[in-house]
C-alpha cells in the first residue's frame, strides 16, 4: 500500500496564498509523475499541475501564471505553491503519483477553501 502524505491547505482570502505538500515512497518518488488534482462540490476530479521526474510540468489552464509546481528529491516531496486565489479555486485537493508499470495512486485529499 503506497501512501502518499499531505499537509497544507486550509482557508485563505482571495487574492491570498496557500502551500501544498506531498511525500511519497523514495522508490514511488524517483520514478513517479508526481502532481495534483482538484474536485469541487458536484464536479469531477480534474488536473491542476504535474511534474515528471525529468522536471517537465503540466498546468491546468486555470492555473497557469498563479499556481507553482515543484520536487524536492531529498525530501521525496512534491509541492504547490497556490498564488493570487479565487474562490473557484475551493476544492479538495489530492495528491496523485502514477507511472509506468506502477499504477496510480491517491492521496487523502486537503481542503482548500477561498473566500471572496
Known amino acids: 500500500q503506497v501512501q502518499l502524505v499531505e499537509s497544507g491547505g486550509g482557508l485563505a482570502q482571495a487574492g491570498g496564498s496557500l502551500r501544498l505538500s506531498c511525500t511519497a515512497p523514495?522508490?514511488?518518488?524517483?520514478?513517479?509523475?508526481m502532481g495534483w488534482y482538484r474536485q469541487a462540490p458536484g464536479k469531477q476530479r480534474e488536473l491542476v499541475a504535474n511534474?515528471?521526474?525529468?522536471?517537465?510540468?503540466i498546468y491546468a489552464d486555470s492555473v497557469k501564471g498563479r499556481f507553482t509546481i515543484s520536487r524536492d528529491s531529498a525530501k521525496m516531496t512534491v509541492s504547490l505553491q497556490m498564488n493570487s486565489l479565487k474562490p473557484e479555486d475551493t476544492a479538495v485537493y489530492y495528491c496523485?503519483?502514477?507511472?509506468?508499470?506502477?499504477?496510480?495512486?491517491w492521496g487523502q485529499g486537503t481542503q482548500v477553501t477561498v473566500s471572496s
Open positions: 511534474m515528471s521526474p525529468g522536471g517537465t510540468t
Open positions: 496523485n503519483a502514477h507511472g509506468k508499470a506502477m499504477g496510480n495512486y
Open positions: 523514495g522508490n514511488i518518488f524517483s520514478v513517479a509523475v
